[in-house]
Structures are given as structure tokens and as C-alpha cells.
């Protein structure tokens, strides 16, 4: 009798749960999509080249963001900016998205010879007064990082420059 009363019992809590679970209701899919302008400005007042901190000029430009996603970490779309060019966008964590650009002539060499420049840049939705992340928010935050190659102007360091970037939602 035992027995039967623990089979019962089974039966009975693995129906609740059961039950339970179809009377939740439905989780909303996050879609972490990124469409709309903004104001880019890149703030040179806190570049930093090898960990040092020294002043660039504070960049502003618009840019148009376009992006879709087939789930939370698939998603890709592109960035124009109105200064001439356009990126490729992508994301793979449904949080951070990223851009990689070439700058043609970025390092220009005392003798006048230039170098082309690979710019990284990555932003997430940020709370528009700690940075951290907000997921939702118009204000986005992240770094722009720029390297010249290698052996460049004579020198095999290569020259690097990481400053902050916010993006405001304008239209």
C-alpha cells in the first residue's frame, strides 16, 4: 500500500509541476536589435595610448545603425556614419555590438609617409550618467580603438588609440 501511496504522491507532484509550468506565462523574446540615428561623439579627452592618458580632439558625427537578429546572439546589420564611410555590425552575446573599419592615411610619419589604421569600435544600451549597462536605453557606451601597423614611421611599436564613445538616439 505504501507503495502505491508514493507512486500517488509522484504522480501528483510531477502533474503540479507540470501544470505549473503551462500556466507560467510566456517568456518575451529580448531582441537586442540597435535601429535608428545618433549623435557619435568620441571623446577625446580621455585617449589613452599605452595606458597614458592625453588629449585628442572630441569627434562628433551621425550615424545610421541598421541591424536585425535571428535570436539574441545573432545579430548583424551595418553603422554609415556621415563623415564617408560604412561598417559591418555584428553581435554574438545580445548585449555588446561590434564594428571594424580601415582608416585609410591614419598615422601620418615626420618624413610624410601615412599608414592605414584598423578602428575597432564596440558600444552596448548604458545608463546615461554611470555608463553601466541598461538594457533598453536610447544612450549607448563603449571605446573606439584605433592601431597602426606595426614598423610604421620606423618604429615596430605600433601606434594605438582607445577613447570612449557615447551614442545619443536622435530620430
Not at 72 to 85: F, I, L, M, N, P
Request: with cysteine.
Amino acid at each position: 500500500m505504501r507503495a502505491i501511496n508514493m507512486a500517488v504522491s509522484a504522480a501528483l507532484a510531477a502533474g503540479g509541476i507540470a501544470g505549473g509550468v503551462s500556466m507560467a506565462s510566456p517568456a518575451r523574446a529580448y531582441d537586442p536589435s540597435v535601429n535608428g540615428t545618433f549623435t557619435a561623439t568620441i571623446i577625446g579627452d580621455y585617449a589613452r595610448t599605452r595606458q597614458v592618458f592625453h588629449q585628442e580632439p572630441v569627434s562628433r558625427s551621425t550615424w545610421t545603425i541598421t541591424t536585425s537578429c535571428t535570436t539574441a546572439e545573432d545579430c548583424g546589420g551595418q553603422v554609415t556614419s556621415d563623415q564617408g564611410w560604412t561598417a559591418p555590425l555584428h553581435m554574438t552575446d545580445g548585449l555588446t555590438w561590434y564594428a571594424r573599419r580601415d582608416i585609410p592615411n591614419w598615422e601620418t610619419c615626420p618624413d610624410g609617409t601615412a599608414f592605414p589604421g584598423k578602428d575597432y569600435v564596440y558600444f552596448y544600451p548604458a545608463d546615461p550618467e554611470t555608463g553601466l549597462l541598461v538594457l533598453g536605453s536610447p544612450i549607448l557606451a563603449g571605446r573606439e580603438e584605433t592601431n597602426g601597423p606595426s614598423g610604421a614611421c620606423g618604429t615596430n611599436l605600433p601606434l594605438t588609440v582607445e577613447q570612449p564613445i557615447r551614442l545619443e538616439r536622435i530620430g
